[in-house]
């Protein structure tokens, strides 16, 4: 789509990407991933997920194993790993591809008398125009599933009636309405400020506002009017009403699917089984069952007129929080591993200062600053990384690095000078006098900085859904996507509860690893 | 007998200022010898550059009438027993431990190693039960005994020890002495001991050497330093010393 769930990392993640290809990051093509399975890709709202899942179970009908990647991101993230071979095909809108992909920065905008047939012919052409240039990247588009989402400016209906507003122009003469807008929305080409500029508008309130908690501000009354997509299950949901976009500013948004050329041509004819098959009403209800059942592949399944099926996609609570929980002890633990096989050394090297020393403290501390979703979205585009548990990893380690690096360091810095020059008096080689004596020494301060790294881990791993590698962080981005918290929680207590017990494990390894004459 | 160490014209600067002039110094076998002098004179440098904490900036040490090259120093250092004022125990290690330290990295026979530890709690009057401390449980008289004991485990042809009863109370001082003396008769022990203490450089050196910012001022026993000071500096030190006895 146009838009993604967190229009404010979708805009740091492409900014950052952009700036990667320039360091010619991009030469990377699909033969690492070798693709036994077709891998449908999502971006992280509502729609995407439910469209993944019908692409998905439509493969898997015509007998072409598929797997479902839920959530990777925005467009950016989706078209990068589509065009590296990372994933197969992904649900998108032409708006999208000609306002982002494709970057049609000079796109005229019509005067509101000359619309009709002229404008079809236009849009076909442009069409044509767009599978063109798509082909050259090895990517190629279905014709439309059979509705447009486009943008749309909402309101709630009592405050649109109390207004007499039914049009975009009619804002023009209440400049004190409180406007909240997506991010995204408020920095893209075809958003906010080119609409203000067309409809003459003055807004004196305007303010950002995450998509979902959008919903919740426009129901109680804290913001006015909202962006919103033409098949959102909320406008229907809180009775809201679309303000008629009558000088014809939003582009269309047909949903299509993106695939690679390079796919066999049976996985292409059955995703072209999809084209025409979904219209607005359809996907309204769709989106609205997804959102109540918090289901994807339930609400998928509805599109096959099989609502019975639920059944056996819908996963147990308990089942999913194993789930989710395991595979967040995988990420966090293994990138800990990481950490500590990489962090003692380069610790110890630290330890002895210099140059060198000051690189390491410096390097590992830099990374720490860097924010977690800049650094995932600065290994995305790297070959090997892409959209994997394996970016998670590096990322996670690379931020347990420091506290490991920095607690090694400063622990054998601070063995007192005798006991440094007892050691070599005694005349231990200097491998042993490490391992018999000054490692054990700074075992409390090494361990300190290793249970630092463990909780951070398992408390940034969450953030490894951003890039569909699982874990905690599912349910509380989906739950933050459904505005829901009962789903958030699901994700956000374990977690918490996951820290806690990791610092208490890391309490009484203490009592093991850290010699008893350090302890009394 | 030739001397168990000999300095030649060592000297060693920090930041460009001396700690040690070039200076000639030899230690005799079988005797202890004590440098004395005020802070910063340079009795300590001299005992690191003996184990080779530091290298001289010039000068030549040998030991044994060789001298060390420097893929033979932790060798060297085997050879050579050091104590300092604080013990310089491991505190992850018990004192036993402590003790054994290097005859089991270097794969000594355990029993031999044991009965040793019993024959040295014996001379150095550490009671056997207090084996299994770690030091922080150990008084600091206790301390140096063990200490004093890992030093002599591999009966080292050299003990040097750097102010090794500075940090304790006069009645354990006192004792430990005592025991020092007794210690270093029995074995026959070449001892190079640095202290600041003129009365425990009587006590426990044949000869004294007195050192002066960087430099030996005089060597000698403490009849002849009393009797026929080399310097002013010399009467005034003792001065200096002696006048808390006359009170």
């Known amino acids: 789509m146009k838009r993604i769930w967190n229009p404010g990392i979708h805009e740091f993640c492409r900014r950052i990407l952009f700036f990667s290809w320039f360091l010619g990051f991009q030469i990377f093509n699909s033969s690492a991933f070798p693709a036994e399975k077709i891998v449908i890709g999502s971006k992280k709202f509502t729609e995407s997920y439910v469209l993944g899942e019908i692409a998905k179970r439509t493969l898997n009908d015509a007998g072409i194993p598929a797997d479902h990647r839920q959530g990777m991101g925005g467009t950016i993230i989706l078209w990068e790993a589509l065009r590296t071979g990372q994933i197969d095909a992904y649900p998108e809108y032409t708006g999208t591809i000609a306002e982002e992909i494709l970057k049609n920065r000079q ?414 | 007998m030739s001397a168990l160490v000999q300095l030649t014209e060592v000297s060693k600067k920090y930041a460009g200022a001396f700690a040690l002039h070039p200076t000639s110094l030899s230690i005799e076998r079988g005797k202890t010898t004590v440098l004395i002098g005020p802070s910063g004179c340079g009795k300590s440098t001299s005992l690191r550059l003996i184990i080779r904490l530091i290298e001289p900036d010039s000068g030549t040490i040998e030991f044994d009438g060789a001298k060390i090259s420097p893929d033979k120093i932790d060798i060297l250092r085997r050879r050579i027993g050091y104590v300092i004022q604080e013990g310089g125990l491991f505190p992850h290690l018990t004192a036993r431990a402590n003790v054994l330290l290097m005859a089991r990295h270097l794969g000594k026979p355990e029993s031999e190693s044991r009965q040793r530890l019993v024959d040295l709690c014996v001379l150095t009057r550490f009671s056997e039960n207090l084996l299994g401390r770690y030091p922080v449980e150990l008084s600091g008289g206790q301390r140096q005994r063990v200490s004093l004991m890992r030093a002599l485990m591999l009966s080292p042809e050299l003990l040097l020890l750097d102010e090794p009863l500075g940090a304790l109370d006069p009645l354990v001082r006192a004792a430990l002495q005592k025991d020092l003396k007794e210690i270093f008769a029995r074995l026959q022990q070449t001892a190079l001991l640095v202290t600041h203490d003129l009365a425990e450089a009587a006590y426990l050196g044949h000869e004294i050497v007195l050192m002066n910012e960087g430099r030996i001022v005089q060597r000698g026993s403490i009849v002849d330093l009393r009797e026929t000071p080399a310097t002013s500096f010399v009467t005034e030190f003792i001065n200096a010393q002696r006048s808390l006895a006359v009170i």
């Open chain 1, 107 to 520: 796109r005229s905008r019509r005067e509101p008398s000359d619309v009709d047939e002229e404008e079809q012919v236009n849009q076909s052409a442009s069409l044509e125009k767009m599978r063109e240039a798509l082909a050259k990247s090895g990517v190629g588009m279905t014709a439309s599933l059979g509705f447009n989402n486009s943008y749309a400016l909402v309101m709630r209906r009592d405050k649109a009636q109390g207004l007499d507003l039914h049009k975009i122009s009619d804002l023009r003469n209440h400049p004190e309405l409180k406007i909240g807008l997506t991010h995204e929305f408020l920095d893209r080409q075809d958003g906010w400020r080119p609409l203000v500029a067309r409809y003459q508008l003055n807004p004196r309130n305007v303010i950002g506002i995450d998509h979902a908690l959008g919903y919740a501000a426009l129901k109680n009354g804290s913001i006015d009017v909202k962006d919103a997509y033409s098949t959102d299950a909320k406008i229907a949901q809180y009775d809201l009403v679309t303000l008629e976009d009558d000088l014809q500013f939003f582009p269309r948004y047909d949903a299509i699917f993106l695939y690679r050329l390079a796919l066999p041509g049976s996985t292409i004819a059955a995703l072209r089984k999809l084209e025409g098959t979904i219209n607005e009403q359809k996907m309204i209800r769709l989106n609205a069952t997804a959102e109540r059942t918090k289901d994807y592949a339930r609400a998928a399944s509805l599109y096959f007129g099989d609502a019975a099926r639920s059944t056996i996609a819908g996963e147990s609570f308990s089942h999913k929080l194993v789930r989710w929980t395991s595979r967040h002890l995988q990420l966090a633990g293994f990138s800990l591993l990481l950490s500590v096989i990489v962090g003692v050394p380069l610790g110890i090297w630290a330890s002895r200062g210099g140059a060198i020393g000051q690189v390491i403290l410096g390097f590992t501390g830099v990374v720490q600053t860097i924010p977690s979703l800049a650094l995932l979205a600065l290994l995305v585009p790297l070959p090997f990384f892409g959209i994997s548990a394996r970016t998670a990893i590096a990322a996670l380690f690379l931020y347990g690095l420091l506290p490991i690096v920095r607690n090694t360091a400063t622990g054998l810095q601070d063995i007192p000078r005798s006991l440094r020059e007892s050691a070599i008096a005694l005349g231990l080689e200097p491998g042993a006098r490490l391992r018999k004596i000054f490692l054990p020494i700074a075992s409390r301060s090494i361990l300190g900085g290793i249970k630092t790294s463990a909780v951070i881990n398992v408390g940034t791993a969450t953030l490894a859904a951003l890039i569909g590698a699982g874990g905690l962080g599912e349910p509380i981005l989906s739950g933050l996507n459904l505005n829901d918290h009962v789903t958030i929680l699901q994700g956000a207590i374990p977690a918490a509860v996951l820290a806690l017990l990791v610092q208490g494990l890391f309490d009484l390894l203490d009592r093991v690893l850290i010699p008893k004459g350090l302890r009394l």
